[in-house]
């Protein structure tokens, strides 16, 4: 693609050394700059890329997107207000806009997303049509294909887009529902995407690291529905506290849906019950008189809600409720979330990492703890992350569970124990009897054998689906399914 093609409808501020050259990639790492690039010049919160502009030259380089002219350059620069926000427009234009031709969905909010998106790929799939996802455990071309690796919830533009073009036009796939994160709408990651509907899961503390404050929070993830055109749909989880300010923000024309099990919504769910085999309830349809029995394999209240979600989403596009909820019923869970694999006593392991998805697994983890079981939480909170939320989940360990072993989870380069305080700050009282410290997460899960009994239920939250470990020099390999099954042996699933 030629660079005048390439930025042709880009609001760019100035032209510098300006030559009409072919463009054959986008970067904006220059250990990964290839010959033909245009290399664009992110300012992050830690690196600013223009530092390294003449490295991606030397890599081969043909022009710069660049926020300020740089001396002594003599490749084309691109100058404009924000490479941050302007990456996504010229990633779109670089791949012909692959999202016009795609009916593209996408989930947010601070707990669900990664379910919801496996639920509306498998309820396409019952409805005989193909569905891509992309999300935190990577890109999926289908329920029973493995992931492939993204750096990201949500890819950075260049990979997104390259993705998206992939999945259309390689894998003929026309459907693709997308985990959107905050970061990614406020970094406009997704900049140049046509979203058909937008999803709504829930809205509680997370990143404040990043976003400080929730009004901010909200804000970004409101992006994804103040952007939704006309004939669009938009899903709304009614019990949410934001709901009425997401309503708000729809345009005028989007067709909105709410679902919910409190409050008044278009579907909703009642005569819900728990059991070790999962969770039952009635499925009710304001529109309509007829009733619907629902029978999971998932557990928890949070799993309710998010098949409301992957349902609601599904009617908003045309797709039968009976389609709907065979896919759905025959749906055994998502790698790392309320995910059983110990029987003996009942180990979980869930991605919960924010207060209120803590306070969910907890609950439903309590749901199914025998009379005469103790329910244990092994937990601990990442570093370099926001801080506020560290004695609030310490509070609600200590409230809903009998006992807490309090670890470590991707320390980063904070000190595990200033962590671990800041946690424990928020406990009533540090006996030594129901609450344990061993800032080595190996070390904590294998305290497990001597202080579980086989009717207590364990609930290892955190990591989830990782098989990771971030220390401070260092990243390591570390899986707490793995620990936990070396743990109980005999036990596995």
Known sequence: MK????????????????????????????????KGDIFVCLVGEHTDGHEYAQMAIDAGAAALLVEHGIQNIKIPQVVVSSTRHKIADIADRFYSSPSKGINL?????TNGKTTVTHLIQKIFEENNQRCALIGTLGYKLSSTGEYRDAKHTTPQAPELQATLRMIKDVEKIDNV?????????????VGGCRFNGAV????????????????????AKAILFENLKEGNFAVINADDSYAEKFLSVIPEGVKKYTYGVKNNADIMAKDINFSLNGAEFTLV???????????????????????????????????????ALKALQNVHGVAGRFEVVVKKPLVIVDYAHTPDGLENV????????PKDGNLICLFGCGGDRDATKRPKMGAIAEHLADKIIITSDNPRSEDPQIIITDIIA??????????IVEPDRGAAIALLKTIANNNDVVVIAGKGHEDYQILKDKTIHFDDREEARKIFEGSVI
Do not use: C
């Open 3 to 34: 660079l005048d093609e390439l930025i042709e409808y880009l609001d760019y501020k100035d032209l510098i050394n300006f030559k009409n050259i072919d463009i054959t990639g986008i970067s904006y790492n220059s250990k990964t700059t290839k």
């Open 105 to 109: 969905i996408g989930i947010t909010g």
């Open 177 to 189: 529902v997308m985990e959107v994160s905050s970061h990614a709408l406020d970094q406009n990651r």
């Open 200 to 219: 709504l899961t829930n809205l509680t503390q997370d990143h404040l690291d990043y976003h400080i404050t929730m009004e901010n929070y909200f804000k």
């Open 285 to 323: 349809l304001n529109n309509q008189s007829t009733e619907y029995k629902v029978n999971l394999h998932m557990n928890g209240m949070f799993s309710v809600y998010n098949v409301l979600a992957a349902v609601t989403s599904s009617l908003a596009m045309g797709i039968g409720i009976n389609v």
């Open 362 to 369: 907890l609950k439903s983890a309590r749901e199914i703890t």
């Open 426 to 435: 928020g406990l009533k009282s540090v006996n030594t009897e129901n609450v």
